[in-house]
């Protein structure tokens, strides 16, 4: 047992991980950020995601590189399906197939070589867009299967799942993270950014970053292609 | 819904997993053929998998490739840690972290997009080895855990882990694939095989592996370098 108590945080670049890995800062831990490249369509995401670690003080950050693409199925990670620009019901084509499953389980690999207590992960069930893997019964499942996975689960180790915002609205998102002294600018959520970085102001992503901002009353420090 | 019904296998090439794959295929299923390089020592492995998928008929073979040894602790990744050849107690340093939580995520991204109704993983309670994510309560876990976390688990299309050889001991497994016509002189168990593709006739693997074959009464198609 490490007395420097560890977690592992899921870090992609964009407002809700950076306010996780805000968060895990503030509990006290030793924060390993971990940033998984599944074929997503930019990099500006990945270059905030190391922005980020280095201003949060992580104590170390890994990229991996995962080629989901390969399996297709998402607006995300296959070219043949367009990011919708208009809004829509049920759950949408951005959903990337077991995204949040495959992200946790690399986590949890490095958690249980660094003897981590935690994984955060910046998962939100009020503004989830119908992703069926950001539900709080998703998240205990993945934490009890975890302990059955792993030695040091088997040795009576504690391990769990931390999601600081499934029950915080965009707004209350930014206002914690605000409060923990988070720079938002340094953070990236629009799906398909210009080359000059700026957010394309039209995804689902944007429509919930900037709807976000303006009911959190903190000043919104994305620049926007087109205001939505 | 398709009509032909589906499975994702995980086949690593090895003795088990290449059965998992018989049975699959016996069940009736359209199999689709996951192989997962993590950073493991050798490439034989890799290419017996390639040659066991097209072998058993496999609908499609895909290779991923993930790092995991960028998170080391693992004899079998991390090139700092020996094999051993004094057979262990308790959870063996062939351990690799967390990893059939990560294979079966891996399986279960691909699933959704192929509508499939099962994951095969050729996982081995008796034999185990002392693996924590070889063991029913696991894999129990893991299905309900999917379940919840995926597209088609929320529209409740059914979908499970199957582990044909979760009960058996290695020479049952062998009378197994034998019996559906396997050629285990395809398959690769060794940790450390030689350059001529020889096993090393004294790790784990190749113990657990020539032992099953002198009690199945099976002749053993392999050649080891040393008889253990």
Redesign the interface.
């Known amino acids: 047992m490490n007395a420097t108590r560890r977690a592992v945080v899921l870090v992609s670049g964009g407002l809700d991980s950076t306010t996780a890995l805000a968060v895990a800062r503030r509990d006290g831990l030793e924060c390993y950020a971990l940033t998984v490249d599944y074929g997503q369509r930019h990099a500006a995401e990945l270059a905030a995601a190391q922005r980020v670690a280095a201003a949060l003080g992580a104590a170390e950050h890994?990229c991996?590189?995962?080629?989901?693409a390969?399996?297709?199925?998402s607006a995300l990670t296959d070219q043949s399906i367009d990011v919708p620009t208009v809004r829509e019901t049920g759950?949408p084509v951005t959903?990337?197939?077991?995204?949040?499953?495959?992200l946790?389980?690399?986590a949890?690999?490095?958690a249980?070589?660094l003897g981590a207590e935690a994984v955060y992960i910046g998962v939100n069930a009020v503004d989830y867009s119908g992703y069926?893997?950001c539900?709080p019964?998703?998240i205990e499942?993945?934490g009890?299967?975890?302990r059955?996975?792993?030695?040091a689960?088997?040795e009576g180790q504690p391990f769990e799942v931390r999601t600081p915002l499934i029950a915080l609205s965009k707004a209350d998102i930014i206002r914690l993270g605000a409060a923990l002294g988070v720079d938002y600018g340094m953070t990236v959520s629009c799906y398909q950014p210009d080359e000059g970085g700026r957010a394309c102001g039209v995804c689902d992503a944007c429509h919930f970053r900037a709807e976000g901002f303006r009911q959190s009353g903190v000043a919104d420090p994305t620049r926007y292609a087109v205001r939505g």
Chains 1, 2 share one sequence.
């Not at 959903?95 to 495959?102: E, L, Q, S």
């Not at 059955?148 to 030695?151: G, M, N, Y």
């Open positions: 890994r991996l590189r995962l080629d989901l390969q399996f297709g199925g759950i959903y990337v197939p077991a995204r949040n499953t495959v946790l389980s690399l949890l690999a490095w249980e070589v069926p893997d539900r019964e998703f499942a993945f009890r299967m975890a059955l996975a792993t030695k689960g088997v």
